[in-house]
């Protein structure tokens, strides 16, 4: 067995293990009235209150010239991991609910599109209030494959061509996010005052991380694309 399929077997049987976890929740929320885009609106609400932590954190360096107040960064991993299984529910919600429809899914989308918007948005800005120039280009770098990941899946799929392939779908980026909040928070807090380790740089890693996996994923999906269109004389 390959190595891609055995991953691909293990994230699924994660993936059942999570559902199973979670589907009694989901039937309360169905026969609550619950609809998925509701479900769906509220992660979106949770990830920008992430991105309000990450930016408060920025502001009372910047404008208040205090040390960073890393508590603040583990209450803004914390929100960003919980919010984000929202991101299982509405699936869940809509599937176990006979509510999935066309429009739902692209909502679905577009509103994760905004959550990683607004989470890596918030990361930058408050690696700049820290002064490190250099973490927050690597942030940007991090949205810029992101983004790119999800925009060639859905020009290839609007061609007719299946395009999951790749390691850092959105799943992985919002666990190395969010682990990546936690650690650089929970270190940050346990460091005394004497040590000269900057434990942003825990943040900045897993950002250096999701740049290059998800820029190369994007590609990866843009020359399964070219290779599918050309074997199909379609090229």
Not at 47 to 62: D, E, F, K
Not at 114 to 132: A, P
């Amino acid at each position: 067995m390959s190595i891609k399929k055995e991953a691909k077997e293990a994230r699924n049987s994660l993936q059942q293990g999570i559902y199973a976890i979670i589907n009694p929740f989901v039937r309360l929320l169905i026969r609550l009235g619950v609809t998925p885009n509701m479900v769906t609106t509220v992660g979106l609400g949770g990830n920008i209150a992430a991105a309000c932590v990450l930016a408060y954190a920025g502001i009372l360096i910047s404008q208040y010239n205090q040390s960073p107040d890393f508590s603040l960064l583990i209450w803004a991993g914390a929100l960003t991991i919980g919010f984000s299984l929202f991101d299982m529910l509405d699936g869940q919600v809509a599937r176990l609910g006979n509510m999935a429809s066309t429009y739902g899914a692209m909502y679905d989308s577009v509103l994760d599109r905004y959550c990683e918007l607004f989470t890596l948005g918030g990361i930058s800005y408050y690696l700049i209030c820290c002064g490190n120039g250099y973490g927050a280009l690597i942030t940007f770098l991090a949205l810029v494959g992101s983004i790119m990941v999800s925009y060639v899946r859905a020009r290839a799929e609007g061609l007719g061509i299946e395009c999951k392939i790749g390691f850092m779908q959105r799943p992985e980026r919002v666990v190395v996010t969010a682990i990546a909040l936690l650690a650089t928070g929970i270190t940050g807090n346990s460091l005394s005052p004497e040590s000269t380790f900057d434990p942003n740089m825990i943040l900045v890693t897993a950002m250096a991380v999701i740049a290059v996996f998800a820029n190369l994923t994007a590609f990866a999906r843009l020359t399964h694309s070219r290779r599918w269109l050309k074997e199909n004389n379609r090229a």
